[in-house]
């Protein structure tokens, strides 16, 4: 299989356009016309982790942190992460990161999180906005299916749970063809009037480019007449963390042994508890504390992340419980998603998990 088919099915998933902008994520070393034999994936692509793909026979690692965040300008295998990627292709080794791009989609990173503690009634906990666009363009009415089809096949027409949108509404067009031009209807000289449909759909700004190029193909018009519009709504299937409810509310120390349990935690940091019980938990993988406010906002009892810094925790002010279980316990399920995603497009491709705690903090 080349590598470019699996980087593809990645990124239908994450798309790169939603990662963040001090991230990395794509293909960091290797070429997208290699053979892939096998796979292993893994949170980080360590040295060890390249080792274990030589021994096991696979020459592509999928990794949840890029081991590459900055630019490199000398490969002289002074620190780990130049190690890495030396030894990576002198072994004809490609290395692949979808980290904030799969952070950011729904059912992502924080979603899975959510599945581990049985959390039901889920939502982007705070989602992005100014990441759609709505396209308006005229044609006449017996082309108009073609184009809504063509449209909605590269992505066009998404809401939440709801494909293939727009709205149409019929009128009269009018254009007087000028001496060069090759008219699909009318005359060259003479005003034209055509029955037309004005078509409007909304698509994420990232596909753009092959939104307009099926537009133009599938339109018959010469000069296709269109609008592009950005719009500022909240995009509530692309965010940060997840908001969700237990099945049954819990007592705070009794969800917090629970989440212990779940998430397989050495120890979870965690501020004063509050008398109410936990029912709406927000959470999210990685470093979320950015997210505090918002979790309030949004009425959750207690919000689960990692890496919160001393004075932070004061900021709870007894309004929510935070719970700091750990940058790669929250994590560490990001390895089931990726099988997932990938076993359930290439059901006979050779997927391993790597074996490999790559955790840099230990506990005593």
């Known amino acids: 299989m080349k590598l470019k088919e699996i980087t593809d099915c990645l990124e239908n998933f994450a798309p790169l356009a939603y990662q963040e902008s001090y991230d990395n994520s794509g293909l960091i070393c290797g070429n997208y016309n290699m053979e892939i034999t096998a796979a292993l994936i893994c949170i980080d692509s360590t040295e060890e982790v390249i ?15 890029p081991i590459v965040f900055s630019g490199m300008k000398k490969f002289n295998a002074k620190n780990y992460v130049e190690r890495t990627i030396i030894k990576a292709i002198k072994n004809d080794i490609a290395i692949y990161a979808a980290h904030t791009n799969l952070d950011n989609v729904y059912n992502g990173v924080s979603a899975k999180i959510a599945e581990k503690l049985g959390l039901s009634n889920c939502s982007v906990l705070l989602p992005k906005s100014n990441l759609l666009k709505k396209l308006i363009v005229f044609c006449p ?27 149409n509404s019929k009128g009269t067009g009018t254009f007087r063809a000028g001496k060069r031009s090759n008219p699909h209807v009318g005359e060259i000289g003479k005003q034209h009037h055509e029955k037309e449909v004005k078509i409007e759909t909304i698509y994420p700004a990232f596909i753009e480019s092959r939104l307009l190029k099926a537009l133009f193909i599938s339109h018959p018009y010469e000069e296709v007449a269109y609008d592009i519009i950005p719009l500022a709504n909240e995009n509530n299937r692309i ?19 629970y989440l212990k349990k779940k998430m397989t935690a050495d120890g979870i940091r965690y501020t004063s508890l509050t008398p109410k019980k936990i029912r709406k938990v927000a959470l999210c993988g990685g470093s979320g504390s950015f997210l505090l406010e918002e979790a309030i906002k949004r009425g959750a009892d207690i919000f689960v992340t990692a890496d919160f810094k001393y004075h932070q925790f004061f900021d709870a002010e007894k309004r929510i419980i935070i719970a700091d279980i750990g940058h790669y316990e929250s994590e560490q399920y990001t390895v089931e998603l990726f099988y997932e995603i990938l076993k359930k497009n290439f059901n006979t491709f050779a997927l391993l998990i790597s074996s490999i705690n790559t955790n840099p903090i230990n506990y005593l």
């Open 239 to 257: 965010g940060s963390g997840v908001l969700g409810e237990l099945s049954e509310e819990m007592d705070s120390m009794e969800f917090l042994h």
């Open 141 to 167: 009415e017996e082309a108009a299916e073609r184009v809504r089809t063509a449209l909605f096949s590269v992505g066009a027409g998404n809401i939440g749970n709801y494909d293939e949108c727009s709205f």
């Open 51 to 65: 080792d274990e793909a030589i021994t096991k026979g696979c020459n592509l690692v999928i990794a949840h942190h």
